[in-house]
């Protein structure tokens, strides 16, 4: 089983980035697809990018084109989520998950492994 602990988050403007990092251990992070979700209070948990193992195959949420970018770097065993142009809107906890197959969902149930979330805040 995979071990993920997610880096990166924190207290930004509207109209500023972040970066979010997943660093995996415990297993090699290339047998793994992967994606990010997150929850904002109130809400239920909403996908937001997904990578396929061999990261050739990306999926963002519509709502998140163009801002948004996930990309992994399985040398490193480690996940991002470049995000730009934040929005107040954007703050909820973001997670991401491990999924034993070659391509990614964006089914949160199809997910096996989670890491403990990372908050992410923007200010008006």
């Known amino acids: 089983q995979v071990q993920l602990v997610e880096s990166g988050g924190g207290l930004v403007q509207g109209g500023g980035s972040l970066r979010l990092s997943c660093a995996a251990s415990g297993s090699t992070l290339s047998t793994y697809a992967m994606a990010w979700f997150r929850q904002a209070p109130g809400k239920e948990r909403e996908f937001v990018a997904g990578?396929?193992?061999?990261?050739?195959?990306?999926r963002h949420a519509d709502s998140l084109k163009g801002r948004f970018a996930i990309s992994r770097d399985n040398a490193k065993n480690t996940v991002y989520l470049q995000m730009n142009s934040l929005k107040p809107e954007d703050t909820a906890v973001y997670y991401c998950?491990?999924?034993?197959?070659?391509?990614?969902?964006?089914?949160?149930?199809?997910?096996?492994?989670w890491g403990q979330g990372t908050q992410v805040t923007v200010s008006s």
């Open positions: 990578i396929s193992r061999n990261g050739l195959w990306t």
């Open positions: 998950a491990a999924r034993d197959s070659i391509y990614y969902s964006v089914d949160a149930r199809d997910f096996g492994s």
